[in-house]
């Protein structure tokens, strides 16, 4: 069974770090791009950053450019999402979502395409 949980959100005042994890099972994570979106109230979801099966990075939000790290270690089956520098305007649902790598760069994946998704974790940014 495939499942992908994200954990590590929280309310936090603005400024200060939070890291995201995203543990992956029932699938060979080496074989997928991961990536990190989210949802603000109101909003379309976006894509926030994601990495290729061969660790290559992606920032695809310019708000989060130089804040915002994605990383992942196959062995533990986990992608997580440093997040620093936190503002009010990150507060929102974020979701890990995997899909297989097929020769496409994960920036260029339509959000309709990728294959798996989790729950989500809620991050509030308030002072």
């Known amino acids: 069974q495939v499942q992908l949980v994200e954990s590590g959100g929280g309310l936090v005042t603005p400024g200060v770090s939070l890291r995201l994890s995203c543990a992956a099972s029932?699938?060979?994570?080496?074989?997928?791009?991961m990536g990190w979106f989210r949802q603000a109230p109101g909003k379309e979801r976006e894509k926030v950053a994601c990495?290729?099966?061969?660790?290559?990075?992606?920032v695809t939000l310019d708000s989060v450019r130089g804040r915002f790290t994605i990383s992942r270690d196959n062995a533990k089956n986990t992608v997580w999402l440093q997040m620093n520098s936190l503002e009010s305007e990150d507060t929102a649902v974020y979701y890990c979502?995997?899909?297989?790598?097929?020769?496409?760069?994960?920036?260029?994946?339509?959000?309709?395409?990728?294959?798996?998704w989790g729950q989500g974790t809620q991050v509030t940014v308030s002072s």
């Open positions: 979502a995997a899909v297989v790598a097929s020769g496409f760069v994960c920036p260029v994946v339509p959000q309709d395409e990728w294959d798996y």
């Open positions: 029932g699938f060979t994570l080496n074989r997928y791009n």
């Open positions: 990495i290729n099966y061969d660790a290559t990075t992606y």
